[in-house]
């Protein structure tokens, strides 16, 4: 069964759920995460307290992921193209562990700003 979550970020709050993977397991272990947030072409990224290798790691990911990006030991939130994508792809920096997904339109991502708080929770 998936687990749902709450995202806060600025005036925007949405909603997700995280998957059946260990490093999900892992994230939901350690909410409520707070951070600052960093932007990416249309990817947010941001430091959370796990340090966990890499699990069947992913070149492309879909509109709406939410990943966690080891060499950073951050979570992402993927709501389009990034610096590297070829093409329509939305491909990350290097591969990440897909962890759940956005509900909703991932696009509303773009109103946040690099330094912004984000929160995720259990929710």
Same mark, same amino acid.
């Given at each position: 069964?998936?687990? %749902?979550?709450?995202?806060?970020?600025?005036?925007?709050?949405?909603?997700?759920?995280?998957?059946?993977?260990?490093?999900?397991?892992?994230?939901?272990?350690?909410?409520?995460?707070?951070?600052?947030?960093?932007?990416?072409?249309? +990817?947010?990224?941001?430091?959370?307290?796990?340090?966990?290798?890499?699990?069947?790691?992913?070149?492309?990911?879909?509109? %709406?992921?939410?990943?966690?990006?080891?060499?950073?030991?951050?979570?992402?939130?993927?709501? %389009?193209?990034?610096?590297?994508?070829?093409?329509?792809?939305?491909?990350?920096?290097?591969?990440?562990?897909?962890? %759940?997904?956005?509900?909703?339109?991932?696009?509303?991502?773009?109103?946040?700003?690099?330094?912004?708080?984000?929160?995720? +929770?259990?929710?």
């Amino acid at each position: 069964m998936t687990k %749902g979550i709450k995202i806060v970020v600025g005036n925007l709050e949405m909603n997700g759920w995280l998957n059946e993977t260990a490093t999900a397991a892992k994230v939901w272990g350690i909410m409520p995460v707070a951070s600052k947030v960093n932007v990416w072409g249309d +990817e947010i990224y941001f430091d959370i307290p796990l340090d966990t290798a890499l699990e069947d790691g992913k070149d492309v990911v879909a509109l %709406g992921d939410i990943a966690y990006w080891p060499p950073g030991k951050s979570m992402c939130i993927f709501f %389009g193209k990034t610096p590297v994508s070829k093409g329509e792809e939305i491909r990350p920096a290097s591969p990440v562990s897909i962890i %759940g997904r956005i509900k909703g339109d991932p696009k509303l991502l773009k109103e946040v700003k690099a330094g912004e708080k984000i929160v995720i +929770e259990k929710g």
